[in-house]
């Protein structure tokens, strides 16, 4: 390579040294009286027009920046470019000057650098004035951000299933946020690849910029949104070290609002894009570790920004700018316009109601910038805004939505994948718009198929809002609001195995069993069904006592009487050990009623039973469901079941929860004020009580209110509002329990 070297340039290499590279192979080469770089690329006709188009830029940039980027050397015979053999392989070449310095990866980052960085990136773009080349005009490039959807094809080469649904989030975010406006943006020809390994410093100097193989004619906010990128994604602070840059970048190169406004959205598609990139790279060239030398802090970036409220961002951003923003209602006109129009009975959360505008997985985000940390919400069981469960709802919506009058796939197919989750014989389901509507038509089911009309149900139970469910809800007809107990309503008493500090009754199970069993025997011949949560949400997340079911279930057939499990909120793996509730009892039910998590916030529901139940029912008035099991709910419905299989979901559920539960045991040892800690998965309920061991309603309401304060979202529940109750999504991470348990530890200490 020197003789080729010298013949075909004129220079006499002393040293020649191959350099990490991405797909191009290049070579530091040493002279006696200079350093240069000798670049050598894949012979294509495309390839060829780019290189010559970019030694075009770098000779118009050096009227305004010379000797701080590369300079095209000419070959003897004129060229900048020629086709030689390298290494007994065709190849195209050019030489381009060396410039010193250290890169900017292996210096210290501080504030008067940022700033520098800033300055001279919006010279480079300024310097680009005036320049044209049709070969950049024409790239379509899968690193330029306007391009994200290209790389729409690498995300199933990303082997994490988890890091799959972060990335197809952000390109949804794109496709949402970013698309529509890329029409209306000024574009540029810009570098397009302003990274810690292309910059060149000098302590708080910038002192050179290389590698131009990106340039793309893009939005020219696309090349702040790269730096920006790469100049943050190592760091822990992303505000702290984009803003100084950003300020000094605007005030050489003035931005639009419109494009600050983008910003959020736009890093994060070049994050997008470098860890697809990455993972096509992995499988192309598993050796090349170059091509993913970044990936690590662009994952850890992405997570960040998910943290990060977009409005928060956008604000932060245009703030630094010196742009007015427009003033947000406050939170109490936001309520006073609601109870414009809905009554008062519709409560919120909160002593502090909170405006949401938007959210993702376990994160909630209001709209004044905040984060929230949802521990909360069981009905976006897989988190909110999945894009699995989005992406499926849109396709269908756009593709067909109607009634199961008409035949369509999707409907047994995902009866079939439902179905599969139970056990014989379970074999039919009948879909329906909510776990309310469920409960209504189980008990009506129950009624038709034995004859009798009288139902128990359970203490402190919640079996939905229809006029069926509040009969069936001890929760709702015994408040003291409520309409009372109907006649036809026997009530057992909750098997619950705590009752206070130190208070633990053995057997609790099979003492509220024989109790339920008198019940049951003195209203012999009448009872159609028996209804429970396998755990009791409304009674303060209370696990139905062991061995109660085993003992009930049995005396409850023998009356002829079916057995009803309410799943709406324990269904679908959110107890980590079992898929259902029923199953950590050990039997099986008659009937299964779903709802609330089966749509991750669409409204679905679905009652499950046997061909013989089915059958005798089907003997009466036509059932029918405008809405259940239409196609857009079948589609979400099936996304939700492939996505809690495909991200090993029900797993999670139990190591977190595990996790999570051990957090808040070893919190109840430092706490006399924790009474108990039950439930499982992530369904747990935090018994709090006073000094007299009484039901503590004070400090679960100041510790509800105050996590709000703190960017946490729980609840309470249970008959004295006393419980603290956390369902969160089954995304919900180690990381996210800790930061809960702490919080309440902290929270705890300041009650008075």
Same mark, same amino acid.
């Given at each position: 390579?020197?003789?080729?070297?010298?013949?075909?340039?004129?220079?006499k290499?002393?040293?020649?040294?191959?350099?990490?590279?991405?797909?191009n192979?290049?070579?530091?080469?040493?002279?006696?009286?200079?350093?240069?770089?000798?670049?050598?690329?894949?012979?294509?006709?495309?390839?060829a027009s780019?290189?010559?188009?970019?030694?075009?830029a770098?000779i118009?940039?050096q009227?305004?920046?010379?000797?701080?980027?590369?300079?095209?050397?000419?070959?003897?015979?004129?060229? =900048?470019?020629?086709?030689?053999?390298?290494?007994?392989?065709?190849?195209?070449?050019?030489?381009?000057?060396?410039?010193?310095?250290?890169?900017?990866? $292996?210096?210290?980052?501080?504030?008067?650098?940022?700033?520098?960085?800033?300055?001279?990136?919006?010279?480079?773009?300024?310097?680009?004035?005036?320049?044209?080349?049709?070969?950049?005009?024409a790239?379509?490039?899968?690193w330029?951000?306007? !391009?994200?959807l290209?790389?729409?094809?690498?995300?199933?080469?990303?082997s994490?299933?988890?890091?799959r649904?972060l990335?197809?989030?952000?390109?949804?975010?794109?496709?949402?946020?970013?698309l529509?406006e890329?029409?209306?943006?000024?574009?540029?020809?810009?570098?397009?690849d302003f @990274?810690?390994?292309? &910059?060149?410093?000098?302590?708080?100097?910038?002192?050179?910029?290389?590698?131009?193989?990106?340039m793309?004619?893009?939005?020219?906010i696309?090349e702040?949104?790269?730096?920006?990128c790469? /100049?943050? +994604?190592d760091?822990d602070?992303?505000? !702290?070290?984009?803003?100084? =840059?950003l300020?000094?970048?605007?005030k050489?190169?003035?931005?639009q609002?419109?494009?600050?406004? %983008?910003?959020?959205?736009?890093?994060?598609?070049?994050?997008c894009i470098?860890?697809c990139?990455s993972?096509k790279?992995?499988?192309k060239?598993?050796?090349?570790?170059?091509?993913?030398?970044?990936?690590?802090?662009?994952?850890?970036?992405?997570?960040a920004?998910?943290?990060?409220?977009?409005?928060?961002?956008?604000?932060?951003?245009?703030?630094?700018?010196?742009?007015? /923003?427009?003033?947000?209602?406050?939170?109490?006109a936001k309520?006073?316009?609601?109870?414009?129009?809905l009554?008062?009975?519709?409560s919120?959360? +909160?002593?502090?109601?909170?405006f949401?505008r938007?959210?993702?997985f376990?994160?909630?985000y209001?709209?004044?910038?905040?984060?929230f940390?949802?521990?909360?919400?069981?009905?976006?069981?897989?988190?909110?805004?999945?894009p699995?469960?989005?992406?499926?709802g849109q396709?269908?919506?756009a593709?067909?939505n109607?009634n199961?009058?008409?035949?369509?796939?999707?409907?047994?197919?995902y009866?079939?994948?439902?179905?599969?989750?139970f056990p014989?014989? %379970?074999?039919?389901v009948?879909f329906? @718009?909510?776990?309310s509507?469920?409960?209504?038509?189980?008990?009506?089911?129950?009624?038709k198929?034995?004859?009798?009309?009288?139902?128990?149900?359970v203490?402190?139970g919640?079996?939905?809002?229809?006029?069926?469910?509040?009969?069936?809800?001890?929760?709702?007809?015994?408040?003291?609001?409520?309409?009372?107990?109907?006649?036809?309503?026997?009530?057992?008493? %909750?098997?619950?195995?705590?009752?206070?500090?130190?208070?633990?009754?053995?057997?609790a199970?099979v003492?509220?069993?024989?109790?339920?069993?008198?019940?049951?025997?003195?209203?012999?011949?009448d009872?159609?069904?028996f209804?429970?949560?396998?755990?009791?949400?409304?009674?303060?997340? &209370?696990?139905?006592?062991p061995?109660?079911?085993?003992?009930?279930?049995?005396e409850?057939?023998k009356q002829g009487?079916?057995?009803?499990?309410?799943?709406?909120q324990?269904?679908f793996?959110?107890?980590?050990s079992?898929f259902w509730?029923?199953?950590?009892?050990?039997?099986?039910?008659?009937?299964?009623v779903l709802?609330?998590?089966m749509?991750?916030?669409?409204?679905?529901?679905?009652?499950?039973?046997?061909?013989?139940?089915?059958?005798?029912?089907s003997?009466g008035v036509?059932?029918?469901?405008?809405f259940?099991? !239409?196609? &857009?709910?079948?589609a979400?419905?099936l996304?939700?079941l492939?996505?809690?299989?495909?991200?090993?979901?029900?797993e999670?559920?139990?190591?977190?929860?595990?996790?999570?539960?051990?957090l808040?045991?070893?919190?109840?040892?430092?706490d006399?004020?924790?009474? $108990?800690?039950?439930?499982?998965?992530?369904?747990?309920?935090?018994?709090?009580?006073?000094?007299d061991?009484?039901?503590?309603?004070?400090?679960?309401? =100041? /510790?509800?209110?105050d996590?709000?304060?703190?960017?946490i979202?729980i609840?309470?529940?249970g008959?004295? @509002?006393?419980?603290?109750?956390?369902?969160?999504?089954?995304? =919900?991470?180690?990381?996210n329990?800790?930061h809960?348990?702490?919080?309440?530890?902290?929270?705890?200490?300041?009650?008075k």
């Open positions: 390579m020197k003789t080729l070297i010298h013949n075909t340039l004129g220079i290499p002393l040293e020649i040294i191959q350099l990490n590279g991405y797909e192979k290049n070579y530091l080469v040493k002279t006696a009286e200079k350093n240069y770089i000798f670049k050598t690329y894949p012979n294509h006709p495309k390839t780019l290189i010559d188009a970019e030694c075009a770098l118009y940039l009227a305004s920046q010379k000797n701080k980027i590369p300079k095209p050397i000419p070959f003897v015979s004129g060229e =900048f470019t020629k086709l030689l053999s390298v290494n007994n392989e065709l190849r195209l070449c050019r030489m381009l000057s060396f410039l010193p310095g250290t890169f900017l990866g $292996d210096s210290n980052a501080n504030n008067d650098l940022m700033v520098n960085l800033g300055c001279f990136l919006a010279k480079i773009n300024k310097g680009m004035v005036g320049f044209h080349s049709l070969a950049f005009k790239r379509n490039y899968e330029d951000l306007q !391009n994200l290209l790389n729409k094809k690498h995300v199933s080469a990303i994490s299933p988890e890091k649904s990335v197809s989030y952000f390109f949804q975010q794109f496709e949402a946020n970013v529509p890329l029409p209306a943006l000024r574009k540029a020809f810009i570098h397009s @990274n810690e390994w292309n &910059v060149l410093v000098e302590e708080a100097s910038v002192v050179g910029l290389i590698d131009f193989g990106d793309v004619y893009s939005p020219l696309n702040v949104a790269t730096a920006i790469y /100049l943050t +994604y760091k602070s992303f505000f !702290n070290w984009a803003t100084p =840059f300020r000094a970048y605007h050489e190169n003035p931005l609002e419109k494009e600050v406004g %983008l910003l959020y959205y736009l890093v994060a598609t070049k994050l470098s860890v990139q993972a790279a992995r499988v060239q598993p050796e090349n570790k170059y091509a993913s030398v970044s990936e690590k802090n662009a994952w850890r970036a992405l997570r920004l998910l943290k990060t409220n977009p409005i928060a961002a956008q604000r932060r951003f245009l703030e630094a700018l010196g742009f007015k /923003l427009n003033a947000q209602k406050g939170v109490d309520l006073k316009e609601r109870h414009k129009y009554s008062s009975i519709l919120v959360s +909160y002593n502090e109601p909170i949401m938007a959210s993702a376990q994160y909630m209001d709209g004044y910038g905040n984060t940390l949802d521990a909360y919400n069981n009905i976006p069981h897989v988190g909110h805004g999945h699995r469960v989005v992406e499926a396709k269908q919506l593709k067909l109607t199961t009058r008409y035949l369509y796939d999707l409907l047994p197919e009866a079939d994948k439902l179905l599969s989750k014989k014989p %379970l074999d039919k009948f329906v @718009n909510s776990g509507e469920a409960n209504d038509l189980a008990i009506r089911m129950a009624q198929h034995t004859g009798n009309k009288k139902i128990m149900v203490e402190h919640y079996h939905g809002h229809t006029q069926t469910g509040i009969d069936i809800s001890d929760y709702k007809f015994n408040h003291p609001k409520g309409q009372g107990q109907k006649s036809h309503i026997l009530k057992a008493p %909750l098997p619950r195995e705590y009752h206070g500090p130190e208070i633990e009754v053995p057997k199970g003492h509220c069993a024989e109790k339920a069993i008198d019940i049951v025997r003195s209203n012999k011949d009872l159609a069904a209804i429970a949560e396998p755990i009791v949400g409304c009674g303060g997340q &209370v696990p139905l006592a061995g109660y079911l085993k003992a009930l279930y049995p409850i057939r009487a079916l057995c009803i499990s309410d799943e709406v324990t269904g793996g959110r107890l980590g079992w509730g029923f199953e950590m009892h050990g039997v099986v039910p008659d009937m299964v709802g609330k998590p749509g991750n916030g669409h409204p679905i529901g679905a009652l499950v039973t046997s061909s013989e139940i089915a059958s005798s029912f003997s036509e059932f029918f469901s405008s259940g099991g !239409n196609p &857009v709910s079948c979400i419905g996304s939700v492939e996505t809690i299989e495909e991200e090993a979901l029900q999670k559920a139990k190591t977190v929860g595990s996790y999570y539960k051990s808040l045991k070893e919190l109840k040892k430092e006399a004020r924790i009474g $108990d800690v039950r439930g499982e998965g992530l369904f747990l309920g935090i018994a709090l009580v006073d000094e061991g009484k039901p503590n309603q004070p400090l679960a309401q =100041f /510790l509800k209110n996590l709000r304060k703190k960017h979202l609840s309470t529940d008959p004295q @509002n006393s419980v603290i109750k956390t369902k969160p999504p089954l995304v =919900f991470t180690k990381k329990a800790l809960v348990v702490e919080a309440l530890s902290h929270s705890l200490k300041h009650f």
